[in-house]
Nanobody
Framework: QVQLAESGGGLVQAGGSLRLSCAAS????????MRWYRQAPGKQRELVAG???????NYADSVKGRFTISRDNAKNTMYLQMNSLKPEDTAVYYC?????????WGQGTQVTVSS
């Protein structure tokens, strides 16, 4: 079993920054990929950014140039640095971990950007 602990969400003004963290613990087989998703009220959950064990990254078009995903493999921790935040970034952000045989979701952390 894998537990995911997210932190770093909160309320920020437009143009501000936040850094999300996701720490994985438990019985962790090699992690294939880690991702951040988000879900705004009334909308479907969407992929924000992902990073593989080899460090390859991908981003949603809406966050390219503003968000940066990174990971510390030794700590099994993933980060999302979010800069130049916009009100439309307001959502619950979820950590996702893909192992060889299983996948896990975090409980979510609220990010609210005020205009």
């Amino acid at each position: 079993q894998v537990q995911l602990a997210e932190s770093g969400g909160g309320l920020v003004q437009a143009g501000g920054s936040l850094r999300l963290s996701c720490a994985a613990s438990g019985t962790i087989s090699p992690i294939y990929a880690m991702r951040w998703y988000r879900q705004a009220p009334g909308k479907q959950r969407e992929l924000v950014a992902g990073i593989t064990s080899g460090g390859n990254t991908n981003y949603a078009d809406s966050v390219k140039g503003r968000f940066t995903i990174s990971r510390d493999n030794a700590k099994n921790t993933m980060y999302l640095q979010m800069n130049s935040l916009k009100p439309e970034d307001t959502a619950v952000y979820y950590c996702y971990v893909l192992l060889i045989l299983n996948q896990y979701w975090g409980q979510g952390t609220q990010v609210t950007v005020s205009s």
